[in-house]
């Protein structure tokens, strides 16, 4: 546990100093970590402590993730010098293609008709949303077992949940490189807001604030600037922007858990803590059983398994592999267990036990490490281009590393449609910016 807290607190502050740049990936994810992992050891509120055995499979995936970052840096530093010598010419490409404002419009107002529908039919009310997002929730649990038409499921899977995801991104992108356009603004607010009242979770939030804030980190003028803190009026503007940002975010992530619940710190300390339990007890829980890379990868699946099995009725059941390893994944979520005295939880098993499930400890060595590759492929091409589509693309792995401590995000389905729905809103719109947002006057 100590060895782990260290380790990730030094591999977290290394990369900050190497990349300048809080958001690159191994200070999210190491960082991270290491603060999971230092609350965890303190065991407050009866917190359980997890077996040292469970502190090495995270201290493994942390080490894992770092090995994987710098084989693509120390490749693409070694091999591909040219980049360097061609960073000029691509800061000053310019492509400067239309963006589809009326599409971006009306897939807006279709998620924000579905939310409408979906307060209707849960019956979530004026009263429910004043009373607090735990009396959301509550009327949610209810209504879980009410089914909705085939057809309004299928929109529902395909399309509604991925757009979530995709229209928050491109409204980062839109805002802080585009247009800022106020209608695209206002109806992807209202679309946050509305996620916040179905779901009666703070995930719609979270991804909103995390996104605004990251892609304006891509706004530093490092070209023109010897030092990174360097103050000019632009980069002030752009700082009290990330920061206004944050702080409207983290504000109103504190309502929201104190809607939730009186017990704001415990709540807030569990969701931080509590993962190393998690990640025990639930691996004792697969006995021999192995996914062989489908728990983590299931998103990339489950929409063809969704399709030969809803629409075009190949099957009738789900196949016993996938539905095993399904029902294993909603079980997490599904089942309350003990992290203490007078403690219960779900979900919050990690992305380690996702890797665990696949292959156990050389599940977390291979998936991390080509996480970690993954994600040094996708930071470095953003910083080097500034390209909107590559800074898109590095937003939903910065997803993905935040939102470790919950789950793996590519085992959701709306999740890899969202990203692929989001590079299809790109296609046409790709900017290789020079070190900074350039709006139309």
């Given at each position: 546990m100590?060895?782990?807290?260290i380790?990730?607190?030094l591999f977290a502050?290394f990369a900050?100093?190497?990349?300048k740049n809080?958001?690159n990936?191994?200070?999210i994810?190491c960082?991270?970590?290491?603060i999971i992992?230092f609350?965890s050891?303190?065991?407050?509120?009866?917190l359980?402590?997890?077996?040292?055995?469970t502190?090495s499979w995270?201290l493994t995936g942390v080490?894992?993730?770092?090995?994987g970052?710098?084989?693509?840096?120390?490749?693409?530093t070694t091999?591909?010098?040219?980049?360097?010598s061609?960073l000029?010419?691509?800061q000053?490409k310019?492509k400067?293609?239309?963006?589809?404002?009326?599409?971006?419009?009306?897939?807006?107002?279709?998620?924000?008709?579905?939310?409408f529908?979906?307060m209707i039919?849960l019956?979530?009310?004026?009263?429910?949303?004043?009373?607090?997002l735990q009396?959301?929730?509550?009327?949610?649990?209810?209504?879980?077992?009410v089914?909705?038409?085939?057809l309004i499921?299928?929109?529902s899977?395909l399309?509604?949940?991925?757009l979530?995801?995709s229209?928050?991104?491109?409204e980062?992108?839109?805002?802080?490189f585009g247009?800022?356009?106020?209608?695209?603004?206002?109806?992807?607010?209202?679309?946050?807001?509305g996620r916040?009242f179905?779901?009666g979770?703070?995930?719609a939030l979270?991804q909103?604030?995390?996104?605004m804030?990251?892609?304006?980190?891509?706004t530093?003028?490092e070209?023109k600037?010897?030092?990174?803190?360097s103050?000019?009026k632009?980069s002030?503007i752009?700082?009290?922007g990330?920061i206004?940002?944050l702080?409207?975010?983290?504000?109103v992530?504190l309502?929201?858990?104190?809607?939730k619940t009186?017990?704001v710190?415990?709540?807030?300390?569990l969701?931080f803590?509590?993962?190393?339990?998690?990640?025990?007890t639930?691996?004792?829980?697969?006995g021999?059983?192995?996914?062989y890379g489908?728990a983590s990868l299931f998103?990339?699946?489950?929409p063809?398994?969704?399709?030969?099995?809803n629409l075009?009725?190949?099957?009738s059941?789900?196949?016993i592999?996938f539905s095993?390893?399904?029902?294993?994944i909603?079980?997490t979520?599904?089942d309350w267990?003990?992290?203490?005295t007078?403690?219960q939880?779900?979900?919050y098993?990690?992305?380690?036990?996702y890797?665990?499930?696949d292959?156990?400890?050389?599940?977390i060595?291979?998936?991390?490490f080509?996480?970690?590759?993954?994600?040094?492929?996708?930071?470095?091409?953003?910083?080097?281009?500034r390209?909107?589509?590559a800074?898109a693309?590095y937003?939903i792995?910065a997803l993905t590393l935040i939102?470790s401590?919950?789950d793996?995000?590519f085992y959701?389905?709306?999740?890899?449609l969202?990203?692929?729905?989001?590079n299809?809103?790109?296609?046409?719109?790709?900017r290789s910016?020079?070190?900074?947002?350039?709006?139309?006057?």
């Open positions: 100590n060895i782990c807290i380790s990730s607190t502050i900050l100093l190497l990349e809080v958001f990936p191994i200070t994810f960082g991270l970590w290491a992992v609350l050891s303190l065991n407050l509120y009866t359980n402590i997890a077996s040292d055995e502190y995270i080490i894992s993730f770092t090995i970052y710098c084989v693509y840096k120390v490749g693409k091999f591909k010098i040219k980049d360097s061609n000029n010419l691509i000053m310019q400067n293609k239309k963006i589809r404002y009326h599409l971006l419009y009306s897939l807006s107002i279709l998620c924000i008709i579905y939310i529908y979906s039919k019956g979530i009310s004026v009263t429910s949303i004043v009373a607090g009396a959301v929730g509550d009327t949610v649990s209810r209504q879980n077992g089914d909705s038409s085939g499921n299928a929109i899977f399309i509604i949940n991925p979530f995801l229209l928050t991104v491109f980062a992108i839109d805002y802080w247009n800022r356009d106020k209608k695209l603004l206002f109806f992807i607010i209202v679309m946050t807001v916040i179905i779901s979770g703070r995930q979270i909103f604030t995390v996104v804030v990251i892609c304006a980190s891509f530093i003028n070209s600037t010897k030092h990174i803190f103050i000019t632009k002030l752009n700082k009290l990330r206004l940002v702080a409207i975010g983290i504000g992530f309502l929201l858990t104190m809607s009186t017990a710190l415990k709540t807030i300390y969701d803590a509590m993962q190393p339990v998690m990640l025990q639930w691996t004792g829980q697969l021999s059983q192995h996914a489908f998103g990339f699946v489950h063809f398994i969704y399709i030969g099995k075009l009725q190949l099957f059941n789900m196949p592999f095993d390893i399904y029902s294993n909603q079980n979520f599904l267990v003990s992290i203490g007078n403690l939880a779900n979900a098993t990690s992305i380690f036990w890797l665990y499930y292959g156990r400890i050389y599940g060595i291979l998936g991390m080509l996480l970690g590759y993954l994600s040094a492929k996708l930071y470095i091409k953003a910083m080097l281009t390209n909107v589509k800074i693309n937003l792995i939102y401590f919950t793996m995000e959701k389905a709306s999740f890899i969202g990203w692929l729905y989001l299809l809103l790109l296609l046409r719109t790709e910016m020079e070190w900074g947002p350039q709006r139309k006057q």
